[in-house]
């Protein structure tokens, strides 16, 4: 078990056993499951026409991409040492894990907003100095915006993340009591946290999957070896599009597996497709 998933089990088993009934209705949702069941009837029946199964429609195959498997087992290959930046600065290294736990899941809630368009090594060193004064929902609330600018900078969009730090810290307070909140449709609703930061929260805050998080390099990669079923143009498309055929149990490795191998290999512009095992089975590759 790695390091980030045994601390988020921590953080998330410190509310104790009564989160896993407070997963939100989409994220709890077993679509793997139900997937399985509707096909195991469409296989298993053979000469019935699904009325008589009480099936109201007929069942067609799940569609899963080609070759996927033997992809993913050459990724973790790829990832083995694990010393992609996102291995060491990654947002899961970004909190005090000898703080209370609603302040680690408040940490982890910030380093993901300050994540957002800058490099985990400019996140990383941000975080530390935030730590430095104490980084709680009052400490925030107390610091003013041109400290707390100077602090976070040269993150990107700096200014636009110190009003909706301000802005979340100040709702987190007054309405959840200064913890976070545990779905991700009230996750989303903080100014300044999309859903790929929900999800990144819920898996690591609260040790809970709730869906797959896309950042541009899940997105981009997951197109390149079409892992999608039509090209998909934002990550919201690409989330939905992976979580209708990727098993479930995958959904919170992919994201780090990817991530980085994005940093690492499939670069954005001009991939190592040479230096990449899966270059005789990728439809991105680029071949001499
Ligand atoms: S072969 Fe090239 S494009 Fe394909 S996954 Fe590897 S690095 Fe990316």
């Not at 410190?14 to 997937?35: E, F, H, K, L």
């Not at 703080?99 to 982890?108: D, G, I, N, T």
């Not at 009052?138 to 400290?147: E, N, P, R, V």
Request: glycine fraction near 6%; hydrophobic fraction near 35%.
């Amino acid at each position: 078990m790695s390091a980030a998933v045994s601390a988020a089990r921590r953080l998330g088993r410190a509310r104790g056993a009564a989160g896993a009934s407070q997963v939100p209705s989409t994220a709890g949702i077993p679509r793997r499951s139900r997937r399985r069941k509707s096909v195991t009837i469409a296989y298993e029946s053979g000469q019935g026409d699904g009325a008589e199964q009480g099936a109201t429609e007929p069942q067609r195959p799940r569609w899963e991409p080609r070759d996927w498997q033997q992809q993913l087992e050459r990724i973790r290959e790829m990832r083995r040492n694990r010393d992609a930046p996102v291995d060491e600065m990654g947002v899961q290294k970004c909190y005090d894990s000898s703080a209370p736990p609603q302040v680690m899941r408040y940490q982890v809630l910030l380093s993901l907003m300050l994540s957002s368009q800058t490099k985990d090594q400019v996140t990383s060193a941000a975080m530390l100095r935030l730590r430095e004064h104490g980084l709680t929902v009052d400490s925030i609330l107390q610091m003013d915006d041109a400290t707390l600018g100077q602090i976070i900078y040269p993150v990107g969009f700096w200014r636009n993340k110190v009003k909706y730090i301000k802005q979340t810290t100040a709702i987190l307070k007054q309405k959840y009591g200064g913890d976070i909140p545990r779905t991700v449709e009230e996750l989303v609703q903080l100014p300044g946290v999309g859903p790929k930061m929900a999800h990144l929260a819920m898996n690591i805050a609260w040790d809970s999957v709730s869906g797959i998080a896309v950042d541009t390099h899940v997105h981009r990669i997951t197109n390149r070896l079409k892992w999608v079923k039509k090209e998909t143009r934002y990550p919201e498309e690409t989330r939905v599009a992976l979580e209708d055929w990727l098993p479930r149990d995958l959904w919170r490795e992919i994201n780090w597996l990817l991530v980085g191998f994005g940093q690492q290999t499939c670069l954005p512009v001009n991939p190592r497709c040479k230096e990449c095992l899966n270059q005789d089975i990728c439809p991105a590759a680029k071949r001499p």
